[in-house]
Nanobody
């Protein structure tokens, strides 16, 4: 069983930046981030494979950057130019191709 531990959420003003981190207890091929806003379905934000292939939601392209340190089994999400619509609980996700793992979630609130 792999555990995912997230950090880095919080309150930020529109246009600001935040960086999320997620450390896994083991190596996972795909690591990424999903988010869920109140009343909405959980959606993919970004994910990255071990070799470095990335996928982004259209709504965050050019604002968010995913990266990972494979030696530390850690994935990061740098979020810039944040908007109120980015407000959600952000969940770290690890996917082996057969099994999905989830972090506990971290709240990101974008508000003035």
């Amino acid at each position: 069983q792999v555990q995912l531990v997230e950090s880095g959420g919080g309150l930020v003003q529109p246009g600001g930046s935040l960086r999320l981190s997620c450390a896994a207890s083991g190596s996972i091929f795909f690591m990424g981030w999903y988010r869920q806003a109140p009343g909405k379905q959980r959606e993919l934000v970004a994910r990255m494979s071990v070799p470095g292939a990335t996928t982004y939601a259209d709504s965050v392209k050019d604002r968010f950057t995913i990266s990972r340190d494979n030696a530390k089994n850690t994935v990061y999400l740098q979020m810039n130019r944040l908007k109120p619509d980015d407000t959600a609980v952000y969940y770290c996700n690890g996917n082996t191709g057969a099994v999905n793992y989830w972090g506990q979630g971290t709240q990101v609130t974008v508000s003035s």
